[in-house]
T-cell receptor, first 113, second 111 residues
Framework: DADVTQTPRNRITKTGKRIMLECSQT?????MYWYRQDPGLGLRLIYY???????NKGEISDGYSVSRQAQAKFSLSLESAIPNQTALYFC????????????FGDGTRLSIL | DQQVKQNSPSLSVQEGRISILNCDYT??????FLWYKKYPAEGPTFLIS?????DKNEDGRFTVFLNKSAKHLSLHIVPSQPGDSAVYFC??????????FGAGTTVTVRA
C-alpha cells in the first residue's frame, strides 16, 4: 500500500461546484502539504500543516481551504471551483527534522469545465 | 517570482553518457537543496539532497554539486540509463521547511 494516498486520482467537474481532495498517510509524519503543478511552473505550495492544530497558507492559497482532521489526514477544498484551478494536485508529508525530504502521493488530476 | 529556476526544459542524452541538470536560486536563506524525480502518473520521489554547508554529495550514480557563491547547483547522472528518463525537479528550503520548486527538466535517455 502507498504511504501517501490521494483520492480521487482523477476528477472532472463544473465551474462553481465544491470539490474536496483527500490525503491520508501511514508514515506517521506530523507535517503535511498541498501543492499544485502547472505546466512550466513546477509545484507551488497551497497550504501546509505542521500538526493537527496548525494550518498555514502557502504562496497560492486564494480559492482554497484545508482541514487537518487527524495526524494522518489532510484534505483540500475548492469551495467554488473555477477553470484556472484545473491542475495536478499533490499531497506530501515530512518528518519534523530539518532537511528531511517530503514524500508525495501520486496526485489528483482535476479538470474544471 | 520564482526563487528556484531550471532554465533547461528538456535534455536528451545517450545511454551511458553523463546527464547534467542545472538549477539556480535567488534566496540566500535557502539551506537545503533537493532533487526529485517524477514519472508520468506518479508523484515526485526524492532522489538526493545537499546541505548548504557542503559542496558535493554523492549517492551511487547521482552527484549533486552546490556553488553557494553563484547560487547554483547541478545534478550529475553517470552513466545515464533508460530508466532515468523522467522529469527532474530542483527544490530548496530555508529554516521554515517549505519547499520552493523549479519548473522541472525533462530528461530523455536515448538507446
Amino acid at each position: 500500500d502507498a504511504d501517501v494516498t490521494q483520492t480521487p486520482r482523477n476528477r472532472i467537474t463544473k465551474t462553481g461546484k465544491r470539490i474536496m481532495l483527500e490525503c491520508s498517510q501511514t508514515k506517521g509524519h506530523d507535517r503535511m502539504y498541498w501543492y499544485r503543478q502547472d505546466p512550466g511552473l513546477g509545484l507551488r505550495l497551497i497550504y501546509y500543516s505542521f500538526d493537527v492544530k496548525d494550518i498555514n497558507k502557502g504562496e497560492i492559497s486564494d480559492g482554497y481551504s484545508v482541514s487537518r482532521q487527524a495526524q494522518a489526514k489532510f484534505s483540500l477544498s475548492l469551495e467554488s471551483a473555477i477553470p484556472n484551478q484545473t491542475a495536478l494536485y499533490f499531497c506530501a508529508t515530512s518528518d519534523s527534522v530539518a532537511g528531511q525530504p517530503q514524500h508525495f502521493g501520486d496526485g489528483t488530476r482535476l479538470s474544471i469545465l | 517570482d520564482q526563487q528556484v529556476k531550471q532554465n533547461s526544459p528538456s535534455l536528451s542524452v545517450q545511454e551511458g553518457r553523463i546527464s547534467i541538470l542545472n538549477c539556480d536560486y535567488t534566496n540566500s536563506m535557502f539551506d537545503y537543496f533537493l532533487w526529485y524525480k517524477k514519472y508520468p502518473a506518479e508523484g515526485p520521489t526524492f532522489l538526493i539532497s545537499i546541505s548548504s554547508i557542503k559542496d558535493k554529495n554523492e549517492d551511487g550514480r547521482f552527484t549533486v554539486f552546490l556553488n553557494k557563491s553563484a547560487k547554483h547547483l547541478s545534478l550529475h547522472i553517470v552513466p545515464s540509463q533508460p530508466g532515468d528518463s523522467a522529469v527532474y525537479f530542483c527544490a530548496a528550503s530555508a529554516q521554515d521547511y517549505k519547499l520552493s520548486f523549479g519548473a522541472g527538466t525533462t530528461v530523455t535517455v536515448r538507446a
